[in-house]
């Protein structure tokens, strides 16, 4: 069995320079498929005419941003220039979204330093017109911590509203267990079973029921230190978004979103500051295409320029 997969593409340097050189985008540049569905830009969220230049004055009805905590451009940063970025980015996202329209933002909370930026950035939020719709929670399935404190297991996501969306209530793979909820109905007593649409439960706040990605898993894509399962982000945008409509991700890493939103009819505008993480996005949609595969699991997207190493 084939077993080639990267490092992490932010921390080994002299990879990067070997890889750069593959990259079809540069700053500033954006790749349009094919179909003329989706878009990849290698742009600055925090720079409107980037964004302006991008939407070329579409309006999205979704948005789903995974920024990477407390690091611009791979650099660490103090916590207000942190979220001082922020701001710009959520600024720019307001302005490219319809009326009526989602946004999510994935965020993390370090619990050795005062939980930032979680709180932080909620608080931040408080300063746009959006509304707070819902606090998630991901359990990932393996954790960090030591001994001597809770394993650290969950991934945050925070949901908030422009206008009044739509919203489509999807169902989990878990069979509903518990019975014993009456309530009257057409003068007559049911239970919480006979009157659901559904044997499933739906999913709440907390989700349970979804594979933190993994080595082992088709979707895959060694190198990105930050990647989303598909199975979170479908279930985004089939409950906040219709087909044909246009979902927009500043943070593309893996392109996760774009590929989630090929899978399920929507378009997609996304960009990254990073050559790299754009070149991954933009092969990981032809290689959907091209072989019906997700991702590259123990591979990678530059196995033909670099050789299988293992």
């Known amino acids: 069995m084939k077993n080639d997969p990267l490092p992490r593409l932010d921390q080994d340097s002299s990879l990067r320079q070997k890889l750069l050189p593959f990259c079809r985008l540069q700053p500033g540049e954006i790749w349009q498929d094919l179909t003329g569905q989706h878009k990849v830009g290698c742009l600055d969220a925090a720079?409107?005419?980037?964004m302006t230049r991008l939407m070329a004055g579409e309006l999205a009805q979704l948005a789903i941003h995974?920024?990477?905590?407390?690091?611009?451009?791979?650099?660490e940063r103090k916590l207000a220039e942190y979220i001082d970025w922020c701001r710009q980015w959520v600024r720019h996202t307001w302005q490219i979204l319809a009326?009526?329209?989602?946004?999510?933002?994935?965020?993390?909370?370090?619990?050795?330093?005062?939980?930032?930026p979680l709180p932080d950035f909620m608080v931040m939020m408080r300063e746009f017109e959006f509304t707070p719709r819902s606090f998630l929670t991901m359990r990932n399935q393996r954790g960090y911590g030591t001994q001597k404190n809770w394993m650290a297991v969950r991934q945050e996501l925070l949901y908030y509203v422009k206008g009044e969306p739509p919203f489509t209530v999807n169902y989990t793979d878990i069979p509903k267990i518990l019975r014993g909820y009456y309530k009257e109905v057409n003068g007559k007593n049911t239970e919480n079973l006979e009157r659901s649409r559904s044997t499933n439960i739906r999913p709440g706040n907390v989700w349970v029921d979804i594979q933190q990605v993994f080595y082992r898993m088709e979707e895959n894509v060694s190198g990105c230190y930050a990647q989303k399962p598909l199975a979170a982000l479908e279930r985004i945008i089939k409950a906040s978004s219709k087909p044909g409509d246009l979902v927009v991700d500043f943070f593309s890493h893996s392109g996760g979103t774009l590929i989630a939103a090929e899978l399920n009819e929507r378009r997609c505008f996304?960009?990254?500051?990073?050559?790299?993480?754009?070149?991954?996005?933009?092969?990981?949609?032809?290689?959907?295409?091209?072989?019906g595969k997700r991702g590259w699991q123990h591979g990678h997207p530059f196995e033909q320029e670099l050789g299988w190493r293992n």
Not at 47 to 50: C, L
Not at 66 to 75: E, G, K, R
Not at 273 to 286: G, K, M, Q, S, V
């Open 47 to 50: 720079q409107p005419a980037s």
């Open 66 to 75: 995974d920024p990477p905590y407390n690091l611009i451009a791979f650099q």
């Open 270 to 291: 996304t960009t990254d500051i990073d050559p790299i993480y754009c070149e991954i996005t933009i092969r990981r949609l032809e290689h959907l295409r091209a072989t």
């Open 99 to 116: 009326e009526n329209s989602a946004f999510y933002v994935w965020l993390g909370a370090d619990q050795n330093h005062h939980f930032q």
